[in-house]
């Protein structure tokens, strides 16, 4: 999968642009500030239709504007195109794809498809639970509608529930049981799945970027909750700690993927470069998945992924990440020295958010 053109207005800092990306990808280059990142996201953002950033899409409009309009027009076999509208007065979100207006964002997420790596996703080894849970949500929502799907009915039966605890009516509460059983259930199933399939992948991914120290990856959870009929004792065991906290304690909101040096959390005991290759090394696993699971190859987007890797482990993450022809990768530098020898696809330049090809 491929993106053939990208076209951007009010967007953060960006210039309004309309360019062709070259279909092995681009370096982009620039100092701090300037608008690099700014561009990864808005390539990125046709894909979910929110910031990879996490950023609401107020803060995502330029200063001072009355919204943004990012299009990607993509091949993936076919040509397709996808766009997304925000106008600040209403707050309203338009989406598009092939001209055809989209009611529903999960009618739309993951035509284009692409896997982004950002300094900030270190958190994923060094972060709170709820970074890994995000990650595994976006990448499984995108790999199987179904599970978004059920992620989406999970949520809004959580909220649900969560309202009545805190209103201190049980019955209300009680009453979203059921639907919060069935949707969990199948959220944990293959969450569960899907690290059992991948903790080989994720050791291979690491020493194939030069990371020798034994990690491991695994699902920390209830197991017998990927069945929903064991939803309703689990449920009545924590409903006084639910009382008493105002929230459902339990459910796959509450779960980590976990990532461990030798018998350790990775996020206490590991270096900072070790860190790092793991963060990186989730982020190939995520795009092995998606093409899997999709039967195409994403697009990379990779924002400063190079810092603080020492030159061995750049030119084997350049060779893993440069080395596939039908692969369109994106990555960004404050300089050319800075991007291995192995990263040799055409450079564009920003500048106060003006793009240079």
Not at 267 to 281: E, F, I, K, L, M
Not at 301 to 313: G, K, M, P, S, T
């Given at each position: 999968m491929r993106l053939r053109r990208l076209v951007a207005r009010g967007f953060r800092n960006l210039d309004d642009l309309d360019v062709e990306p070259p279909p092995g990808g681009i370096a982009l280059l620039g100092a701090n500030a300037q608008g690099k990142s700014n561009l990864l996201e808005a390539a990125y953002y046709p894909v979910l239709f929110r910031s990879v950033r996490g950023a609401v899409d107020q803060e995502v409009a330029r200063f001072g504007g009355t919204g943004f309009h990012v299009e990607a027009h993509v091949e993936r076999g076919e040509a397709a195109s996808v766009e997304a509208t925000w106008l600040s007065a209403g707050r309203r979100k338009r989406i598009v794809v092939d001209g055809e207006e989209k009611r529903r964002i999960a009618d739309a997420a993951g035509i284009?498809?692409?896997?982004?790596?950002?300094?900030?996703?270190?958190?994923?080894?060094?972060?709170?639970?709820?970074?890994?849970?995000?990650?595994?949500?976006?990448?499984?929502?995108?790999?199987?509608?179904?599970?978004?799907?059920?992620?989406?009915?999970?949520?809004?039966?959580?909220?649900?529930?969560?309202?009545?605890?805190?209103?201190?009516?049980?019955?209300?509460?009680?009453?979203?049981?059921?639907?919060?059983?069935?949707?969990?259930?199948?959220?944990?199933?293959?969450?569960?799945?899907?690290?059992?399939?991948?903790?080989?992948?994720?050791?291979?991914?690491?020493?194939?970027i030069g990371e020798r120290a034994p990690a491991r990856l695994r699902y920390r959870g209830t197991p017998e909750l990927s069945n929903a009929d064991r939803w309703p004792a689990a449920l009545d065991a924590a409903l006084a700690r639910d009382r008493a906290r105002g929230m459902t304690t339990v459910g796959p909101h509450r779960d980590d993927l976990v990532i461990e040096l030798g018998d350790r959390?990775?996020?206490?005991?590991?270096?900072?470069?070790?860190?790092?290759?793991?963060?990186?090394?989730?982020?190939?696993?995520?795009?092995?998945?998606?093409?899997?699971?999709?039967?195409?190859?994403?697009?990379?987007?990779?924002?400063?992924?190079?810092?603080?890797?020492?030159?061995?482990?750049?030119?084997?993450?350049?060779?893993r990440v440069f080395g596939d022809d039908a692969r369109q990768v994106f990555v960004t530098a404050p300089r050319r020295d800075e991007l291995p020898p192995e990263a040799d696809v055409p450079v564009w330049t920003l500048d106060a958010g003006r793009v240079t090809r």
């Open positions: 284009w498809l692409a896997v982004a790596f950002l300094p900030s996703d270190v958190d994923l080894a060094t972060g709170p639970a709820a970074e890994r849970r995000r990650y595994l949500d976006r990448m499984l929502s995108l790999a199987d509608r179904q599970y978004l799907r059920s992620l989406v009915r999970y949520r809004a039966a959580l909220a649900q529930r969560n309202s009545g605890l805190r209103q201190g009516d049980i019955a209300l509460a009680r009453a979203f049981d059921v639907p919060l059983a069935e949707a969990g259930a199948h959220v944990v199933k293959v969450r569960e799945a899907w690290v059992g399939a991948a903790a080989e992948l994720f050791t291979e991914e690491l020493d194939a959390p990775l996020r206490g005991a590991g270096s900072t470069g070790q860190q790092r290759s793991a963060a990186v090394a989730l982020k190939l696993v995520e795009l092995v998945s998606l093409r899997s699971a999709r039967g195409t190859e994403p697009a990379l987007l990779l924002d400063d992924v190079f810092a603080e890797l020492d030159r061995d482990r750049q030119r084997r993450l350049a060779r």
